[in-house]
């Protein structure tokens, strides 16, 4: 058994946090930088130019990249021969999320329930945290700030096993065309299909952590992705919205096995400010 | 051509912009996003006088960052419009004449853009150091309990944005994506 403290974990979260709200995926960049040459609208040129240039400036002046520094979510992989000592994981991982948004001065954006009072909880806690038991004596830590913005686009149908490749090809383009200039376009559209209905919401949100670029390892999945990520950008929604081709610098699909009557599909939008990073324990 | 325009805003600048067209904003403009909105639109049904003047002033819906020390504010990038819509009618027609966001608006919205001459203007999402930058001074003038959701007096220079929807309700949406549209 290998013992680590909660402060350790504290401290992870609260460097996790400072970190991924200020600096992009180099994965993310490279794709922007890519987009500016090849988007055929003018004006959407110009936006992707901007967003370049604010990730450079978040970056140089030391500030958020984007003021909605989200929802503080967690995928945490727990080796099941690590033994957490001095506390509550939970607590621990909050406390993290507590300095670090205090540090960092980011936004505290989260209201302590959903309907009644909505009051702020001045923290940004708490945290959301997907926990996974796996083999072995380290913690693993991906921390995704999500925004509310490109958060509230996203969507889930229970489709027929019938309806097959052409059903979710059809709600995926249906979902990114409702969307529109919403999630703050360029996006990326994860796709999670399979398992039950929270399982495809969880791998669509899990899709997002991908690099761009790199593809689902079934030759067929890769296809479908390349394919759906064509279909998008024919849509002309383009940068910010305001036109052009490009509307999504990726859709990555993950997939899970799915019950004999069942075709689960989640789409989970990510707007181009899509931060995040990860820390072994 | 970019232009640049001053709040409040008069009827002529309103007259002069075009969706599509692209403008650096100087002055002052408040914000205010859901929260704020909710209690501003209670206190016009209820007859109470306001904390902000509404007459030819823009709101920009942001929930910034909380400034450093030696910034006027952190991060301050446009959130979605659309939350705002159900609101938005009475304030345009207590006097605001514009608005700065991202994202579409409402059939209600455009109408009372229309009626009330009002000019509906986009900034970046997402990109809100870039836009923090324009935002030279910052102050709390209402509703300070909702933390980032409080009312902030900006004074901007140069703010970059682009006409959405202007005063004839001409949509850049609608026009932009119709001009690139494959399916």
């Given amino acids: ?281 | 051509m970019i232009k640049p325009i001053t709040t409040p805003l008069t009827r002529e600048a309103i007259n002069s912009l075009r969706a599509g067209d692209k403008v650096l904003i100087s002055g002052v403009i408040y914000s205010a996003r859901d929260a704020a909105h909710r209690l501003l639109f209670e206190m016009i049904k209820r007859g109470e006088e306001l904390p902000i003047e509404l007459e030819g002033q823009i709101i920009y819906y942001v929930g910034p960052c909380p400034a450093k020390p030696g910034r006027a504010i952190g991060s301050a990038g446009p959130t979605t419009s659309g939350r705002m819509d159900l609101y938005t009618p009475l304030l345009l027609e207590s006097g605001l004449k514009g608005m700065i966001g991202k994202g579409e608006r409402s059939k209600e919205v455009v109408d009372a853009i229309v009626k009330y001459g009002a000019v509906y203007f986009g900034a970046i999402g997402g990109a809100g150091a870039l836009l923090a930058d324009s935002i030279k001074e910052s102050k709390i003038v209402a509703f300070e309990e909702l933390g980032p959701e409080a009312v902030y007096r900006f004074k901007v220079e140069n703010f970059p944005a682009i006409v959405v929807i202007d005063k004839d309700g001409n949509d850049l949406y609608k026009i932009g994506v119709e001009k690139y549209r494959e399916i």
């Fill in chain 1, 1 to 281: 058994m290998r013992e680590i403290h909660v402060d350790e974990i504290t401290a992870a979260v609260e460097k996790l946090c400072v970190e991924a709200n200020g600096k992009l995926p180099e994965d993310v960049k490279v794709a922007l930088n890519e987009a500016v040459e090849k988007e055929i609208s003018p004006l959407g040129r110009e936006i992707l130019s901007d967003i370049v240039k604010n990730y450079r400036i978040a970056e140089e002046k030391d500030l958020a990249i984007c003021q909605d520094t989200g929802f503080a979510v967690f995928f945490v992989e727990l080796g099941q021969d690590v033994r957490i000592t001095g506390g509550d994981f939970n607590e621990a991982i909050n406390e993290g999320v507590r300095r670090g948004y205090k540090k960092g001065y980011l936004r505290k954006s989260i209201v302590d329930d959903p309907l009644i009072h909505r009051k702020n909880t001045g923290d940004n806690t708490p945290a959301i945290i997907h926990l996974e038991m796996v083999p072995g004596d380290k913690i693993r830590i991906t921390f995704a700030p999500k925004g509310g913005g490109s958060e509230n686009m996203s969507a889930l149908r229970m489709l027929k096993p019938s309806d097959g490749a052409e059903g979710i090809k059809k709600f995926v383009i249906e979902t990114v065309r409702q969307a529109g200039p919403n999630p703050c376009p360029p996006i990326i559209v994860g796709v999670g299909i399979g398992g039950t209905m929270e399982v495809a919401a969880l791998i669509a949100k899990k899709a997002l952590l991908r690099p761009i670029g790199q593809h689902h390892p079934m030759p067929e999945i890769a296809k479908l992705e390349e394919e759906l990520l064509e279909q998008v950008n024919k849509l002309g929604i383009g940068p910010q919205g305001f036109g052009g081709r490009t509307t999504a610098l990726a859709v990555n699909i993950e997939t899970f096995p799915a019950h004999i009557a069942s075709l689960p599909v989640a789409v989970n939008i990510q707007c181009h400010a899509a931060r995040h990073r990860e820390i072994e324990l």
